[in-house]
T-cell receptor, first 115, second 113 residues
Framework: GAGVSQSPSNKVTEKGKDVELRCDPI?????LYWYRQRLGQGLEFLIY????????KSGLPSDRFSAERTGESVSTLTIQRTQQEDSAVYLC?????????????FGDGTRLSIL | QKEVEQNSGPLSVPEGAIASLNCTYS??????FFWYRQYSGKSPELIMF????GDKEDGRFTAQLNKASQYVSLLIRDSQPSDSATYLC?????????????FGQGTTLQVKP
């Protein structure tokens, strides 16, 4: 596609429910990243995919968070038993590779609100 | 100490002036630096990236990098009201073999007509 696509754009759910967030990277981009942005804050790294494997999961805040990527394309971030502190914008980015000269391009994000 | 620090602002400049946005970082091994612009409610948009000491110019934007002093700045010449946004500084460390970016919390820029 022309850019990184994320869905849904907004998600409101009750505390304790599970949610799935989807990311479609730019076609041909092998590297995919998930970040979280709390209100008024910068972006926090969550997880990195190279192809379908995730060599860096160091940013996942707890075992309630998981992610997968299939077909070296679409990625899904799952949050189980959501808590109010999970409320944030979840941003996905992709790049051609992980090299230092490869800029990351972001999707519009999913705004997650936990009631 | 945060890994990447920015003054949250707001930085207010009149239309047509030069806006100067600054960022410091703690990882001496950082290799590459990025400036993103983020309008309210929107996703970050890449403006510039810089790897070498010195200046890099692109249109009205100039990025400046000083690795010895561990700071990177973004100058916006002839500022326009449409430049009003939050500017995020990010770097990628030498030890990072994943390419993940470390972001500052952003500086809000207001350009007044």
């Amino acid at each position: 596609g022309a850019g990184v696509s994320q869905s849904p754009s907004n998600k409101v759910t009750e505390k304790g429910k599970d949610v799935e967030l989807r990311c479609d990277p730019i076609s041909g981009h092998t590297a995919l990243y998930w970040y979280r942005q709390r209100l008024g804050q910068g972006l926090e790294f969550l997880i990195y995919f190279q192809g379908n494997s995730a060599p860096d999961k160091s940013g996942l805040p707890s075992d309630r968070f998981s992610a997968e990527r299939t077909g070296e394309s679409v990625s899904t971030l799952t949050i189980q038993r959501t808590q109010q502190e999970d409320s944030a914008v979840y941003l996905c980015a992709s790049s051609e590779g992980r090299g230092s000269n490869q800029p990351q391009h972001f999707g519009d994000g999913t705004r997650l609100s936990i009631l | 100490q945060k890994e990447v620090e920015q003054n949250s602002g707001p930085l207010s400049v009149p239309e047509g002036a030069i806006a100067s946005l600054n960022c410091t970082y703690s990882d001496r091994g950082s290799q590459s630096f990025f400036w993103y612009r983020q309008y309210s409610g929107k996703s970050p948009e890449l403006i510039m990236f810089i790897y070498s000491n010195g200046d890099k110019e692109d249109g009205r934007f100039t990025a400046q990098l000083n690795k010895a002093s561990q700071y990177v700045s973004l100058l916006i010449r002839d500022s326009q009201p449409s430049d009003s946004a939050t500017y995020l500084c990010a770097n990628r460390g030498f030890s990072s073999n994943t390419g993940k970016l470390i972001f500052g919390q952003g500086t809000t820029l207001q350009v007044k007509p």
